[in-house]
T-cell receptor, first 115, second 117 residues
Framework: GENVEQHPSTLSVQEGDSAVIKCTYSDSASNYFPWYKQELGKGPQLIIDIRSNVGEKKDQRIAVTLNKTAKHFSLHITETQPEDSAVYFCAASKEGGTSYGKLTFGQGTILTVHP | EAGVAQSPRYKIIEKRQSVAFWCNPISGHATLYWYQQILGQGPKLLIQFQNNGVVDDSQLPKDRFSAERLKGVDSTLKIQPAKLEDSAVYLC???????????????FGPGTRLTVL
């Protein structure tokens, strides 16, 4: 089955700096890669996703890049703010067929943004 | 729009006891998921329903875990008997039916934190 590795496990930055979180996946058939943000006591919330027919996607201060050949994808947050502090998870899945909804998550990255 | 509702929020039980969790998905979401999130790890899918039918339960420990989704709306997840290693947060999520094979955003509830002593 799919295996997703996520690094780093913790990341501490100063407000205004950029933060980068990286993930690798094992199944070359995976083609959908969402990123989730989880705040304390809450369930994960989708912040951005990318499909394998796209190399990069941006949404304001957040961007995701995908390298299908190397089987890795990254989350980039620019101009970080204290409210960005949370646990971030990457995930991978295969669209189509009966496995369309099955997400395999990485281990998570605790991001702390210091004012 | 109301989100995914789960209850209880917290539960403490002794090992070998039984426990049940309840989930009410977002109205109109045909797909429902139960995840187990052990402290310090990402969520792991236990079971996925499409309406009231099971799509994937390959990672559900069927000797002790069971789940049902009667009438294709609410769902319950049960553990009997519980083990120490079942201590985790149990997350319920729901989504619209995938369209043209494309995945739909999964909306998560706040979870139930289970502690097995």
């Amino acid at each position: 089955g799919e295996n997703v590795e996520q690094h780093p496990s913790t990341l501490s930055v100063q407000e205004g700096d950029s933060a980068v979180i990286k993930c690798t996946y094992s199944d070359s058939a995976s083609n959908y890669f969402p990123w989730y943000k989880q705040e304390l006591g809450k369930g994960p919330q989708l912040i951005i996703d990318i499909r394998s027919n796209v190399g990069e996607k941006k949404d304001q201060r957040i961007a995701v890049t995908l390298n299908k050949t190397a089987k890795h994808f990254s989350l980039h947050i620019t101009e970080t703010q204290p409210e960005d502090s949370a646990v971030y998870f990457c995930a991978a899945s295969k669209e189509g067929g009966t496995s369309y909804g099955k997400l395999t998550f990485g281990q998570g990255t605790i991001l702390t943004v210091h004012p | 729009e109301a989100g995914v509702a789960q209850s209880p929020r917290y539960k403490i039980i002794e090992k070998r006891q039984s426990v049940a969790f309840w989930c009410n998905p977002i109205s109109g979401h045909a797909t429902l998921y139960w995840y187990q999130q052990i402290l310090g790890q990402g969520p792991k899918l236990l079971i996925q329903f499409q309406n009231n039918g099971v799509v994937d339960d390959s990672q559900l420990p069927k000797d002790r875990f069971s789940a049902e989704r009667l009438k294709g709306v609410d769902s319950t997840l049960k553990i009997q008997p519980a083990k120490l290693e079942d201590s985790a947060v149990y997350l319920c999520a729901s989504s619209l039916t995938p369209s043209s094979g494309r995945a739909q955003e999964q909306f998560f509830g706040p979870g139930t934190r289970l502690t097995v002593l």
